[in-house]
């Protein structure tokens, strides 16, 4: 693997971490349930999106101007797969055992309603419904299961970006 990828991936998936621990801090200092504002989560996004297509014009800058779409994919997906990986132990950590509880539970209220809304549209039957209704969203399953959803999620969203900044090729030149 080419060094540009592996240090790019690495330093750019620290960077979102970083993004995702300050940005779930703010949220709690803000309070008055922030965590609400479909505003935020989605600057939060298009700051994530702005950092991954720098990573991207930066690695390809490092190799010469020259990166598959393999090599593009890998470094983004070692970037989501840090990132991730911080912010979910920071969520972990920060969520059961640093914040008073109350703010836990309003917050898990919110995520278990936000569920059961879009699983009712879904015709989820009753029991489905009443098991989200009492989901420890912060537990190490809950944010485990998250994690792996948001790895794939971000994994469909970097195929695009490796898409488009993959080097062109010239037919007559291979």
């Given at each position: ?17 970083i ?81 008073e ?17 879009l ?23 809950e ?32």
């Amino acid at each position: 693997m080419n060094e540009a990828i592996k240090k790019n991936g690495i330093k750019f998936g620290v960077i979102i971490g970083i993004i995702a621990v300050l940005a779930q801090v703010l949220l709690y200092i803000i309070g008055n349930e922030s965590y609400k504002s479909p505003i935020i989560g989605v600057v939060i996004s298009i700051i994530y999106w702005i950092v991954r297509i720098f990573q991207s014009i930066d690695t390809k800058k490092q190799m010469n101007g020259i990166i598959t779409f393999k090599e593009s994919f890998t470094t983004l997906f070692i970037c989501i797969l840090i990132g991730i990986s911080i912010s979910s132990i920071f969520n972990y950590v920060f969520l059961n055992f640093i914040v008073e509880s109350s703010y836990k539970d309003e917050f898990n209220t919110f995520l278990n309603l936000s569920k059961l809304e879009l699983y009712k549209a879904m015709g989820k039957s009753s029991s489905e419904l009443k098991e989200v209704a009492t989901t420890d969203n912060f537990s190490i399953a809950e944010i485990g299961f998250a994690s792996i959803f948001s790895i794939i999620v971000s994994s469909i969203f970097n195929l695009i970006l490796a898409a488009i900044f993959k080097s062109k090729t010239n037919p007559l030149n291979e």
